[in-house]
């Protein structure tokens, strides 16, 4: 019988896999990348039209020598990395580290992991793809260049240790820029004037806001013109003059994307982008499902594409139909993908429709099940019929001025069955029953006055988007470029607000003021584009790095001989040194932020630094600290442990329980309540959100 060998990247992905294929099918892991350039060096030859160094990755002999040995007793060697162009690329460095032979080397792929897919997929084999390996090949030169040439010059001019990126530092602008933004901003006084109105006949009251006149709108600047038009409503009568009633539909959202999984992964379940590719990674790698074994239970994340296979629409269909009736599901609409996405895959969507949420809640962690509930809701959503409102809106006039009121009513709720979220519960504001030329007498009438506010920072989320809007990196690369900017300490988060640093703005300076031609949105989104064509074959790969380097090269010069050393002074903290007596200071690491004595190498004390949680041991009155287990979870310790004994998964109050003496803590996620954290004590009470508190 004849014995093949299928290789993937994960070895997740082996045990999930394995299950699928027959005795004679040996499935093996490469763990990632096998080859890349050198760290210690450029490792790319200028001279000779830009030649690639490839090097084994150290630890990876072992791994290779055993995936040689088993190629070389298999009639034919599959190599089924992920489906993208880092796959591909994987894929060919394999067979260049294997030496396998072209006649029984194949490349697979598959956009999820289910019976079905790796099935089609062995019979439907083909060459590596060398122009998607040439596309990848020209992004990791760009990107070695950038960071290997530019680097140095910040350790040079700045400190050690610092980096710079084509898209880490674009996303490094764009958060600096809008800290310049908010700097720079000047309120502006405004006034807002609603009326509170009642009808005849109806309990509800009918809420208005000042529009204007019958011929413009008009905004109110300050208080002297508010008393002015207020004096002009006193014992005015207020009547209704036209009414318009008309429909207007909410369409369904589109199936997520990597980039919009993030957002709203961020905003619905407050997920760090970082924790939403983890978790989706581990969804779509395979889940041990009671009664079904490992399944992959979600199609491939790192995606631009919003298409779905016809199969998937089917799934949606019969689910759609079933639980909801036919009125609900609209007929298939391939969904456009925008035109510089790769398109390379579909929408990330659940492999099994009808493998229903709640249906494998046991099997999954709390955090795997809120992600695929997600996942699952807006893909069926996706395929519902969109919601349809009643509008309604009322102009009432007094003196010459116009309110307008506006409502409506949910007629048919479409995909909102499925996929209600918080903004779109501000829609059913149905009005009263009014007629026009009715009278409304004025129950209230409200000035208030407002400041224009700057523009908002952003948020990981908002960031992503953003990133995505203007086409810089791809869908893999968005939340490691963040995670690379928080970790250099160029943006720091604060209440889930990333700010820039006194470093990354220097480091920002550098960078825009010598480098502005190659680090801009517009030409990193034109770089996209440029390794677009090579991956459709319309480019030779070494001919973007011909036109690149040398521009890099001019550029760094002139930096080398113009920008000034900056001295950048360590945070002095009031923590004492307790081997020395100096005030330590705050150093960041591979880690984060850890304290460090400045008397270094004399002294070579650190400690952790904790952040704080902004209340008070309700035991011993010390502050409370943020910390981490070794395996990453985070839980609340007073700065006196272990002396205080006070420790929680839950963030205290500051109080103490009235009924048992243990800590008040805070639970739950969008609704919260106070409760008492003696798992034996059933103490509950209302919260109530402190000003600026953070979650």
């Not at 896999?17 to 030859?45: E, W």
């Not at 990755?57 to 298999?74: F, H, Q, T, V, Y």
Request: hydrophobic share 35%.
């Amino acid at each position: 019988m004849a014995h093949y060998l299928v290789i993937v990247e994960s070895p997740a992905k082996v045990k999930t896999i394995k299950k699928f294929l027959g005795s004679n099918y040996t499935v093996a892991a490469s763990q990632g990348h096998v080859r890349d350039l050198p760290k210690s060096q450029l490792g790319i030859d200028v001279e000779n039209d830009y030649e690639p160094k490839y090097i084994t990755i150290r630890g990876k002999g072992e791994i290779l020598a055993a995936l040689r040995k088993e190629a070389k007793k298999s009639d034919k060697v599959y190599l089924a990395t992920d489906p993208d162009r880092e796959g591909e690329a994987i894929s060919w460095h394999l067979a260049a580290a294997l030496k396998l032979d072209e006649k029984k080397m194949r490349r697979i792929t598959f956009n999820e992991i289910t019976k079905n897919a790796v099935k089609a997929s062995l019979k439907a084999p083909r060459d590596i793809d060398m122009d998607l390996v040439d596309a990848q090949q020209a992004r990791r030169e760009l990107d070695r260049m950038v960071g290997y040439k530019i680097s140095p010059l910040l350790w040079a001019k700045v400190k050690r240790g610092l980096s710079a990126g084509r898209v880490q530092s674009v996303a490094l602008r764009i958060v600096a820029d809008r800290e310049a933004e908010i700097d720079a901003f000047i309120p502006e006084e405004y006034w807002s004037l609603d009326a509170q109105l009642k009808v005849k006949g109806e309990k509800r009251p009918l809420t208005a806001k000042f529009y204007g006149t019958e011929k413009k709108k008009m905004a109110i600047h300050s208080k002297e013109e508010m008393d002015e038009i207020l004096k002009k409503l006193e014992n005015e009568e207020f009547q209704i003059t036209d009414i318009k009633n008309s429909e207007r539909t909410r369409k369904a959202p589109l199936p997520f994307t990597t980039s919009t999984l993030q957002q709203e992964a961020a905003k619905a379940l407050n997920f760090g982008t970082q924790k939403t590719m983890r978790i989706a990674q581990q969804l779509y790698e395979g889940v041990d499902i009671e009664g079904e074994g490992t399944v992959g239970l979600v199609s491939y994340i790192r995606t631009d594409s919003v298409r779905i296979s016809d199969e998937a629409y089917e799934q949606a269909k019969d689910v759609v139909s079933k639980r909801y009736g036919e009125e609900y599901l609209r007929e298939k609409k391939q969904y456009k993908t925008d035109s510089s996405a790769q398109d390379a895959h579909e929408a990330i969507r659940p492999t099994v429709a009808q493998r229903y949420p709640d249906s494998i809640k046991e099997s999954l962690s709390r955090d795997q099940y809120k992600l695929y509930k997600l996942i699952w809701e807006r893909f069926m959503a996706s395929q519902m019929m969109p919601a349809k409102y009643a509008t309604v809106s009322a102009d009432i006039d007094a003196n010459d001025y116009i309110f307008r009121a506006t409502g409506s009513t949910l007629m048919f709720d479409g995909y909102l069955a499925v996929y209600k979220k918080n903004e779109e519960l501000d829609d059913e504001k149905a009005m009263p029953e009014i007629q026009e030329n009715d009278t409304v007498v004025p129950v209230t009438i409200e000035g208030n006055q407002h400041f224009t506010q700057p523009p908002a920072r952003y948020s990981e989320a908002l960031l992503i988007k953003t990133l995505d809007d203007i086409k810089v990196g791809r869908p893999s690369t968005l939340a490691p470029t963040i995670a690379t900017i928080l970790a250099r300490n160029y943006v720091t988060k604060e209440k889930k607000l990333l700010y820039s640093t006194e470093l990354g703005e220097i480091v920002n300076e550098i960078l825009t003021k010598n480098f502005e031609p190659i680090i801009n949105a517009e030409f990193t989104a034109d770089m996209e584009n440029t390794l677009d064509m090579v991956a459709d074959g319309k480019m030779e790969w070494k001919q973007v790095l011909r036109d690149f380097y040398p521009l890099l090269a001019e550029l760094l010069a002139e930096a080398e001989a113009k920008v000034e050393n900056v001295e950048i002074q360590d945070e002095v903290t009031d923590v004492i040194c307790e081997e020395c007596g100096r005030n330590m200071v705050v150093k960041y690491g591979k880690y984060g932020k850890f304290l460090a004595c400045p008397g270094f190498p004399e002294c070579r004390n650190t400690k952790p630094l904790f952040e704080e949680a902004g209340v008070n041991c309700p035991i011993c009155g010390g502050k409370v600290l943020i910390k981490k287990t070794k395996k990453g979870r985070k839980y609340f310790g007073c700065e006196h442990n272990p002396e205080c004994s006070m420790i929680s998964w839950y963030k205290p109050t500051g109080e103490i329980c009235p009924e048992c003496g243990d800590v008040l803590v805070v639970k739950g996620t969008k609704t919260k309540r106070v409760a008492c954290n003696n798992p034996e004590c059933n103490f509950t009470k209302e919260y109530v959100e402190k000003e600026n508190e953070e979650e």
